[in-house]
Each structure stands twice: as C-alpha cells, then as structure tokens.
C-alpha cells in the first residue's frame, strides 16, 4: 500500500470534492466612498478601479451592484466640511446621513447599509478623535462618536461600524443606540485595528491624513498580538456582534487568533494598500490579477475569516470568479 496524496489532485473535479475551504458571493462587502456634489464618478488615483461617488450616483452604482449581487456596502464620507470639533461626523444632512435616506428610499431592505463610525474625515487635524493639549482624547471622543452612530441608525443604516479604536467606544455606542429604541441596528467593531502603512491609498480616498503625528497612540502596534485578541475581547463584552480585523493579508495569524477565541463571526478588512498592490501589478501586467485575488481571498477564509471587505469585491462577483 502507498500513500499518494496526489490521486486527490487528479482532475478538477476531485480536487473541488475535497477542497477544504469555500467562499461564498454572500461573504463579501464592498466600500463605497461619497461625497458632495451630483453626478460624481471620479476614480481615486491610489486605488484603479475604486470611485468617489456623489449620492446620486451612489444609488445608480448600487442598483448595478445589486444585480450582480452586491448587497452589503460599506459607506465612508469623503469630503464633508471639517473642524476641530468633528460636529459635521453627527449632521443628518452630510452626505452619509443623505445618503443611507435615499438607499433605504429606493431599495428598502434588499440593500444592507453598514457605516464606517470615525472622526477622521470629519476633523480639521485629521486625527480620530477630538484633540485635547495636544493628545487625541479618549472620553470626550467618545461623545461625538455616538452621536455619529445614532444619526447613522436614525437614517436607517443597518449595522456600524467604529474604526475609531477609543477606549470602550464599543460599549458607548451600542448604551446609546440601545437607549433611542435602536437594539436591532448592529455592530461591527474594528476589534483588532494596526496602525498600518496599508492604510495610505486610502487616506487619499477619505481625505483624512492626519495633519500632525501618526496614528500610533490609538491603532495598535503591529508587533502585538496579545493586545489584538484583549481588544476584540473588550469589544465583545462591550457588545459588539462581529469582530474585524484589519489590514488582513499581513495579519493572517490574527484573524486565526480571534476566530480561535471567539464565537462571534470574524471579518477582514482587506485594506487600500493590500488592493492597490494588487491592482497596480495587474495593470503593469506582472501578475494573474484573478489569481491572486482569489489566493488572498482564500488565505483569508482559511485563516478564519466569514466576512471579507473587499475593494476587490466588484471584480469578483461580476466576473464570476467563485
Ligand atoms: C478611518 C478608517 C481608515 C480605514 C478605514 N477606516 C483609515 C485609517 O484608520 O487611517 C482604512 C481602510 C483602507 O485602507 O482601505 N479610521
Ligand atoms: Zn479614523
């Protein structure tokens, strides 16, 4: 008797028998990012294939998106006014507030709105938080952060989503949505957030580089991974129902590490700069662009990911690549 693992790899039918990690269409949410104006579809420079979007473009895009079935959308505001107090984060009228109106509006329940809750885009200095002699400042952060959250569940988003990484923003946040009759809007926390250089083409997309330091005194060190898995701890005793962790491609030791410990469902986030990398050595045709996608893609399932945020989203579901 031998034993030859290669019989299982014969043909494509037997390997697909045996294959041991599946994705799904249903897995993955796809980021938009909106800003003011009409009839905005300007691609960002750092991110090919990625577009701001006003709010009226927005709602034609989704309705090709969901055709090809594009139903959980990620919305993050691009170019509202900004001060030092963030107050624009919470108005019902910035283009969030608009535009999780007009969705819900249009499509009802067959689009699921998840919002990004931060500071960052909303802020003067650019910081995720307020800033307080010269440090970012956890607990009167966390005021204007829930107000952010309420206006987004009062809009009717569905889930949020606090990227902001304060210190018990998790539990303030769904105390606040609880006490205004919103216990069914859900939340995803960035449990386990680094404080990342991928994070870059995105920064241009938000327009929310921060003016002064880095982001270092409230992302989390990219050496650590105790520290990861006692933050998405807090968050799910603080009430978070899905844990995330982000960036994903170098941090697939994390997302195993938290889905090891937790039985909430485990997303990742599959940052700009892990797409631009990609996407940029496909236009410079160096890589199988489809082939690498999904190897990411499956690294990340079988590392424990559920849920994958993905700008690579579209290319996926519209060219059939599951
Ligand atoms: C805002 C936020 C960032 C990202 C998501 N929400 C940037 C940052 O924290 O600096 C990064 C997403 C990406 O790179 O695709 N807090
Ligand atoms: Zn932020």
Redesign the pocket.
């Known amino acids: 008797m031998e034993v030859r693992p290669r019989r299982l790899r014969k043909t494509s039918i037997i390997r697909d028998l045996i294959a041991e990690t599946r994705l799904s269409n249903d897995m993955f949410i796809y980021?938009y990012f909106i800003c003011k104006g009409v009839g905005v579809v300007n691609e960002i420079k750092s991110m090919p294939g990625i577009n701001h979007y006003s709010t009226d473009t927005l709602l034609i895009d989704v309705e090709e998106g969901l055709k090809i079935g594009i139903n959980k959308i990620l919305l993050?505001g691009a170019n509202e006014m900004k001060s030092d107090n963030g107050s624009t984060a919470y108005d019902q009228n910035n283009v969030i507030g608009k535009s999780i109106r007009a969705l819900k509006a249009k499509f009802g329940d067959d689009i699921y709105i998840i919002t990004?809750v931060?500071l960052?885009g909303y802020t003067s200095h650019g910081h995720?938080g307020l800033i307080k002699d010269g440090y970012v400042d956890n607990d009167s952060s966390l005021e204007v952060i829930t107000a952010m959250a309420l206006m987004h569940a009062e809009a009717g988003a569905d889930m949020v989503s606090p990227?902001?990484m304060m210190d018990g923003r998790v539990g303030a946040i769904r105390e606040v949505l609880d006490d205004n009759g919103f216990e069914n809007t859900a939340l995803m926390s960035y449990a386990v957030?680094y404080a990342s250089a991928?994070?870059g083409?995105?920064?241009d997309a938000?327009d929310?580089t921060p003016q002064g330091g880095d982001?270092k005194s409230y992302?989390m060190d990219v050496r650590n991974i105790k520290e990861g898995l006692k933050e998405a701890e807090l968050d799910e005793l603080e009430g978070a129902d899905i844990l995330m962790v982000k960036p994903a491609l170098a941090y697939l030791d994390v997302i195993k590490s938290v889905k090891d410990s937790t039985n909430l469902p485990v997303a990742c986030?599959n940052?700009?700069?892990e797409y631009s990398m990609v996407k940029n050595a496909a236009i410079a045709g160096l890589i199988d662009e489809k082939a690498i996608v999904m190897e990411n893609m499956y690294a990340f399932a079988r590392a424990g990911a559920s849920i994958i945020i993905s700008y690579h989203t579209k290319d996926i579901l519209k060219n059939g690549w599951i």
Request: charged share 25%.
């Open positions: 980021p993050f990004d931060c960052c995720c990227s902001d957030k991928y994070y083409p995105f920064r938000a929310c982001r992302q986030y940052v700009s700069g």
